[in-house]
């Protein structure tokens, strides 16, 4: 008999999303004649721009004939994308090289995929509310995590606390679930605190394109010291589009070493590299030559309009929060609104009463963790009318 890996024990059940699946089914069979809007979802809804439309097709074109046949590509990525994305960071401030960019199917995956370059014995930090993957992914090889509150006390932003030593800090900013985002000044705290302790900084930026106010920071090595402290996930998914095409990229700086126990320096950028020769064969070429024209200045442009969209639609429902006097969070540099639900509601019977009186689905905060008991997203991914519909709704029962 195998011996399985029993750390899948340990894993709670995923059931947030089958959950409110299973609500809104019987919901909607039991009231068949009403309209029932989702705000709850992370995906994106508009079509891709006609940029990176073209180029993907261009992509097909050249699987056709012999003569631009393309095979198995470099398990890193091609080197038009992977400049395509430095240039892209260079036009917003940051300097990074090729050899530090690796492509892939998506942000999921490598925030998954990077536990494999850690041994046993490290104290995780992550904060509580979360994105469940980074949770997941250490349980499923046995890791203990510590938790580090986010909180109304915090603005939904956990602060490093310098008693208490970490070698691998989750970080995601924008924030899914909450929207919150870090300014300059907070995560040069976190990179002091990982030089500091000689930890790693694992900085999820999927949501980087959302960010509009320019004294934001939009990626986690805007910050001095970085490069020898963290590494960056990011993603095509919520930028481009991509959520269904798949396209995602992970920055591993060269200047990232720690020493082994044996006293060997060891380079990240060189273990991830093997890591990915080893496990992964590369993105689809279609979907590279798609996502090289998303970081083109006319395809960004395309790829803003979109978000620009969505963050309309997160404005008016914030507004309508605003009005009602209801504490959020996000709506701004994020497409997530994150608000306490009212007259201290626990998130699964302020689901239900939305859902019953409003139709309208969102996502309860206790999904993310303990720290959204009381609290509750909503997505502005969906179409203008129905975000308009459901803030009509909204504002007569709130
Ligand atoms: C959507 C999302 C991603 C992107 O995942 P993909 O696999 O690239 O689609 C990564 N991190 C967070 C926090 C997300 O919400």
Redesign the pocket.
Known sequence: MPKLNENYLNLKESYLFSEIANRVNKYKKENPDKNVISLGI??VTLPLGSEVIDALHEGVNDLSKAETFMGYGPEHGYMFLREAIVDYYKRNGVDITAEEVFI????????GNITDMFGPGNVILIPDPT?P?YVDSNMMNGREITYMDASEKNDFLAMPDKNVHADIIYI?SP???TGAVYNHAQLKEWVDYALENDAIILF?S??EAFISDPDLPRSIFAIEGAKKCAIE??????TAG??GA???YTIVPEDLKFTSSTGKEMSLNAMWNRRQSTKFNGASYIVQKGAAKAFTKEGMAQCQENIAYYKENARLIAECLKEKNIRFYGGINSPYIWFECPNNMESWDFFDYLLNNAQIVGTPGAGFGKNGTHYFRLTSFGNRENTIEAIERLNKLL
Do not use: E, H, I, Q
Request: contains cysteine; negative net charge; proline residues 3%.
């Open positions: 992370g995906d892939s199917d998506g942000a999921k995956s490598d925030t994105y993957v995601c924030n899914n679930p999820d999927a949501y996930f990011c993603s095509l998914s919520k991509f959520t798949r396209c995602g």
